[in-house]
């Protein structure tokens, strides 16, 4: 309870102060090196991101599918005859930090294994994309947050390798972006009666203890969002109507705000 208790003390700080605590990340990330795209939702997302591989000529791209990866289309946008996924090459990886650290502008990158990290670290461009609201303030409060993950998520391998990745300016050869993208995120932000959702680190706890999730499963929700976190989140990040019947797959039992971490 510990635990759980310092990891949600570190979210909330950072959502409550999230402006500010963004413009200290792209300072820090900027002056590595790294060069930062922000982003209003998924289309201004692939248009940037096409703009940058036409720039740097990428032809080949390698993409380590996550959640955020699907939310943002990544897959379906490379499903066309201007590029080549291949999940061997190093000439440009597209990857998905667990988080970003504020105070250093570094990137807490998680791989399953050991060849996943060399390919990713040893790139020549690297591109990462990373939700507005997943950042920690410094690399030893990562630890917490792994802690967490290995208690309650059941679809991750462990031990997995985590690496703090901060790029180098001196390294002239390496190119290294991040593209921070809200899609819809702010409007959450806004409603300070679900604000607290943003603080959600993705672990799957809440639909283990779900007794709704657990009979009709993903399929119902068809999005990358799905179990109670959606039910919160869905009617702001997309629209209102297209998920309003959300309400009906919540039996206010509680359950899901007591084992979120």
Known sequence: EYVKQV????????????????????KN????????????????FLL???????????????????????ELGINKFFENDDYTVDSQ??????????????????LVLNFNSAYDMELVLNSKT???????????FKAEESEIFS???????SEVDFPYLTSIYTPSPIDSNEKTYLFLVDNGRSDVLENKDIRQALTCINCGACKKVCPVYNI?????????????IANVILPFIENTESYKHLCFSCVSCGNCSAVCP
């Open 48 to 70: 940037k991101l096409d703009k940058i591989l036409q720039k740097d000529k990428v032809k080949k791209v390698n993409i380590f599918s996550s959640y955020f990866t699907n």
């Open 147 to 153: 802690h967490l993950d290995s208690i309650y998520r």
């Open 7 to 26: 990891a949600s003390n570190i979210r909330n700080k950072f959502i409550n102060g999230i402006v500010d605590n963004l413009v200290s990340f792209n």
């Open 89 to 106: 090459t190093d000439d440009c990886v597209i990857f998905h930090p667990k988080f970003g650290i504020v105070s250093t502008g570094s």
């Open 126 to 136: 690297k591109i990462f994309v990373l939700p507005i609201t997943d950042f920690l």
């Open 29 to 44: 990330f900027s002056s590595n090196g790294g060069e930062v795209f922000w982003c209003v939702d998924y289309n201004d």
């Open 216 to 228: 009709i499963g993903d399929e119902p929700y068809d999005n990358v969002f799905t179990g109670p």
